[in-house]
């Protein structure tokens, strides 16, 4: 069991950083890699960035390549997403998930959309 929750989010405005939190339950946390996904209201939820369990590789979705880093600390068991020049359409719930890492980076993105391991979501609203 790997229980997540998601901390950082809020109002900030186009230009601006925030940084996410995701903290973890399990002692097996290196095991696992990790992701955040977004939600923007009347979206479908989407992949944001990935991370692996030793943090020798990590994953992006375009939209946010070169903008946002994700980096985990196993010792601490948590993974953060910062996020840099925030534009408006980065505005959603943002959720942690973790997921044991498939052959590839598209099949761990995959089964991490079907984990149930997932956070409660943090909002982040990026105004004008």
């Known amino acids: 069991q790997v229980q997540l929750v998601e901390s950082g989010g809020g109002l900030v405005q186009v230009g601006d950083s925030l940084r996410l939190s995701c903290a973890a339950s399990?002692?097996?946390?290196?095991?696992?890699?990790m992701g955040w996904f977004r939600q923007a209201p009347g979206k479908e939820r989407e992949f944001v960035a990935a991370?692996?369990?030793?943090?020798?590789?990590?994953y992006y979705a375009d939209s946010v390549k070169g903008r946002f880093t994700i980096s985990r600390d196993n010792a601490k068991i948590t993974v953060s997403l910062v996020m840099n020049t925030l534009k408006l359409e980065d505005t959603a719930t943002y959720y942690c998930?973790?997921?044991?890492?498939?052959?590839?980076?598209?099949?761990?993105?995959?089964?991490?959309?079907?984990?149930?391991?997932w956070g409660q979501g943090t909002q982040v609203t990026v105004s004008l």
């Open positions: 998930a973790a997921v044991r890492h498939q052959p590839s980076w598209p099949d761990t993105i995959a089964a991490m959309s079907r984990s149930q391991y």
């Open positions: 991370i692996s369990g030793a943090s020798d590789s990590t």
């Open positions: 399990s002692r097996l946390f290196i095991t696992y890699t």
